[in-house]
C-alpha cells in the first residue's frame, strides 16, 4: 500500500491526539470518533445484504461506534464520506472470480459492487441525507484518516451541501484482512 | 459564492463514436444509438449482450491518458491538479498509475455513477474558493467482463438489448466506454490569457437521499435538493432552465424517481428532457462527465440529444421528451443530472458561453 507503515498500522495510528490534530489543521470540529478494532474485539459483526468481504462490515462497524459516540440526533444535513486507498479486496476478487467461473454470479455481489452501497445502508439506517461520496486518497495508513479525506470534508462542509460528515477511513491488506477503519463525525470550527 | 466563474475550456472524449465530442453529439442529436454485440470478452453465460463499445481495442490508462493531453492541448494549459474518477478495484488502480504519475497522484474518486458529477462539483468549489485557478477533472470505464457479469447478475442490463430511458417498456441499462477529460479554471484568468470558454459551469449540488442502499427514494427527493442547490448557486430560477440531460438508465423505478424529482423542483411542466444514455450507454464512474461533455456541446450548437428508443408514453413518467431529431432550441442554460447506489445524487449546471 502506497505509504502506509504497514498492513495493521500502528499504535500511534490509533490515538485519538492524531486525528484531532489533522481536524484542527482543516479548520474541522471533530464531534465523534469510532473505529475497528478496539482493544478486545475479535471478529466483526456480520452484515445482512452483504457477503463475501470483511470491508462492508468494517466499514459499518467504525461508522455505527462514531455515531453511537456521538449519541444525540444529527441536526441538518450530513454527508457521508468514504476513503479507501485499498478499496473493497474481499469483493474485488469474489466478483473476478464468479465472472470468470462460467458459474452464475451471485446477485448480492452486484449491490456491493461499488463503494456506495455500503453508505447507502449507513444513510438510510441514521437518516443521513448530506453528500455520498466515496474515494481513494493517494496514501493512508490503517486506522488513520488520510489527510486527503480532512481537505475534502473541509472542502465540501464550506461549499454549504452539508452541516457536518461522517467520514470513513478503511484499509484492507488483502481479501480475507479484516483490516482496520477510523470513522470520525465533524463540523466545522465556526 | 466569490464571485468567481468556472470555466470549460477544453474537453477531450473518447466514446462508442470514436475520439472527439462532435462524433458523439452528432450521434445523440439524431438519435442513433450505439449499441450492438459484445466482443470484447466472452458473453456467453451472460442474459445481456449487448454495449456501447469504442471502436479497437481501448486500454483505460491510453485513453485517458489521449484525452487529458487533448483537453489540455484545447485549453492551452500544461497540467493540472488532476482529480481522477474511476473504479475503486485494484486491477483498475493499476491501470491507471501511470496517469497519475503524468498528470499527478490526486484524489480519486470511486463513488460509482455520481464519482465524476462528484470530482467537477469539488473542482469548482476550489476554483471558486480561490483554492485553485484551474482543475483537471478526468473520468474513464470501458465495458469490462466483471462489471458486465454483475450488472446482468443483477438483472440490471436491459433484457431486450434497447436503452429505453423513460419508455414504456424500458426494462434496464446497457453499458456504454466512456473517457473523458474537462479542463475547468476560473473564467477570469482563462479570459485573460485569451483562452475560449466553451462553457461555464454555473451551478453544482450533492445530496444524497438516506433511503436504501441501491434503490432511490421513490419520490426523488434527493435529487430535488441536488438540483435546487445547483439553481441556487447560479442565481437561477427553474423557468430558466432550458434543457436537462437526465440520469435516466432505463431502470424501471429509477426512471420514475428522476421524473418525480423534476417535477417537484419545475412543477407539472419541465424543460425538454433527454437522457443521453440512450445513445452512448451508462459509463458508470464516468457517465457524469461523458454526459457533461455531451451537454456542454449541446449548448455550443444549440442541438438537444434525442431520447433514443423510446417505444410509447409511460403514465409515470410524464415529461417533454426530446423524441426526434435534429431538434435545435438554443438553450441558455441546461442541466446535467447524475444519480447512483447509495442515494448519491448530483447535479451540474452549464450555462452557454
Redesign the interface.
Known sequence: MNGSDGANGDERANSPGKVNAHADVNGLRLLAQGRWPEPGDTELPRLP?FTDSPFNPLVVTAAERCLHAWGRELPG?T??LLT?H????GT?RA??E???S??????L???Q?????????L??R?????????????AAVPGEVPP?AFE?AS??L??D?ADQLLVIAAEQADPADPGRAVAVLVGTTA | MTGVRVAVTGLGVRSAFGAGIGPLLAAAAHGRPGFGPVDRFDVTHRQARRAALAPGSPVLGEALTAVLAEAADQAGVPDGPLLLARHGDPVTAAGCAPVQERWGSGRVYTGACVAAGTAVADAAALITAGQQDRVLVAAGYLVEPDTFAVFDAGRALARDGEARPFSAGRSGLLLGDGVVAVVLESEAVALRRGAEVLAVLAGWGRAGDGYHVCRPAPDGSGLARAIRAALGRADLTPDQIGYVNANATGSPLADQAEVRALHTVFGPNPPPVSSSKSVHGHALEASALLELAVTVESLRTGLLPVNAGWLGPDPDCALDLVLTGPYRAGPRYALSLNSAFGGANTALLVAAA
Open positions: 445484504g444535513r454527508g457521508l479507501s485499498s478499496g473493497d479486496l474485488a466478483i473476478n464468479a465472472a470468470g462460467g458459474r452464475r454470479v451471485p446477485p455481489l452486484f449491490f459492487s461499488n463503494p456506495n452501497a455500503v453508505l447507502g445502508h444513510a438510510a441514521w437518516n443521513l441525507t448530506g453528500p455520498v461520496v466515496a474515494t481513494s486518497p493517494p486527503d475534502l472542502l465540501l464550506a461549499d451541501d
